[in-house]
């Protein structure tokens, strides 16, 4: 479902059902055209073995001849049964919510509160209602991040963790039931620490949230040398690349970075991006087209998960 990449406060949603390849097309195109600031695309099945629905959110009233007219060469005629519709903040609340399932990544069971029977006994289970911030974790940027996290507790358990770009919460979250100690997230968007707050209050853990607003790492509990070991960045390929420095700053030398917000064709810029700073490839995961990356400083034998 739609997180991350959307306009904090949308006003206007074009909506357009087809087929999966079409929708996936039309996704990287309007995503590519488009100012991310400023407009959002993401696009899913709306049931099992069913068509795909493509959702496009934008900060201001979109030309809708131009839209229609960009994806008539993906889809022919179907570009004029695709609907534009004014949103509110409640309408954007409803929309978010519409075809939300839970998401599962080993124990972790990230769902709303109309699917809390889904709920295992041994779940570590993550309530999250949609809201106007990033994040219900049903896209594939927060779902392969939170399957390299799992991945990564295999292998060892961080002693520090930090979010940047912490939208709605739920990597913090994920980190904070999964190792029972205090967090460190942040988010540019004082809304989306706002819902972070409120959803660790729902989940019983903001006593091990320690939440901030700024760029990037640009707070004191952020901005510590050498401390965190375990650093999650789910938010968008050029802001990835500008932080790459400060990023590997707070780092620990032998800490793991875990980005995403990247289509498949933004992952070559991250890695040499990265690679400056030490950094290398250790695992990569691409589900609905989008990739989560697991980087480490030295070398690497780098394995690619698909969902």
Request: proline fraction near 6%; include cysteine.
């Amino acid at each position: 479902m739609l997180e991350g990449l959307h306009p904090n406060r949308p006003t206007h949603v074009f909506r357009l059902t087809t087929d999966e390849r079409s929708a996936r097309v039309m996704t990287e195109l309007i995503g590519e055209i488009f100012d991310p600031a400023e407009t959002a695309v993401a696009s899913f099945e709306t049931e099992d073995g069913g068509p795909w629905l493509l959702e496009a959110y934008f900060a201001r009233e979109p030309d809708e001849a131009a839209i229609r007219d960009l994806v008539r060469p993906l889809v022919g005629a179907e570009a004029d049964k695709g609907v534009f519709l004014p949103l509110t903040q409640q309408d954007w609340i409803k929309s978010s919510l519409e075809g939300l399932t839970p998401v599962r990544a080993g124990r972790v069971l990230v769902h709303g509160s109309h699917d809390r029977e889904q709920r295992r006994p041994n779940d570590l289970a993550i309530e999250i209602e949609a809201a106007l911030a990033f994040g219900t974790g049903h896209h594939g940027t927060t779902k392969g991040c939170l399957q390299a996290f799992v991945d990564e507790l295999k292998l060892r358990r961080p002693r520090h963790v930090l979010d940047v770009g912490t939208g709605t919460g739920i990597l913090a979250f994920a980190a904070a039931k999964t190792l029972k100690q205090t967090i460190v997230a942040g988010d540019i968007d004082p809304e989306a620490v706002r819902v972070a707050r409120g959803n660790a209050r729902l989940n019983g853990i903001d006593q091990w949230l320690s939440l901030y607003v700024g760029p990037g790492v640009r707070n004191a509990k952020a901005d510590r040398p050498g401390h965190f070991d375990l650093v999650f960045a789910n938010i968008l390929a050029k802001p990835l690349r500008i932080l790459a420095p400060s990023l590997a700053r707070v780092t620990a030398p032998d800490g793991t970075l875990i980005l995403s917000g990247l289509l498949l064709r933004d992952v070559p810029g991250i890695l040499s991006a990265y690679a400056p700073q030490g950094f290398s490839l250790q695992r990569r995961y691409e589900l609905e087209g989008w990739a989560a990356l697991v980087l480490k400083r030295g070398g690497t034998h780098p394995r690619r998960r698909r969902g």
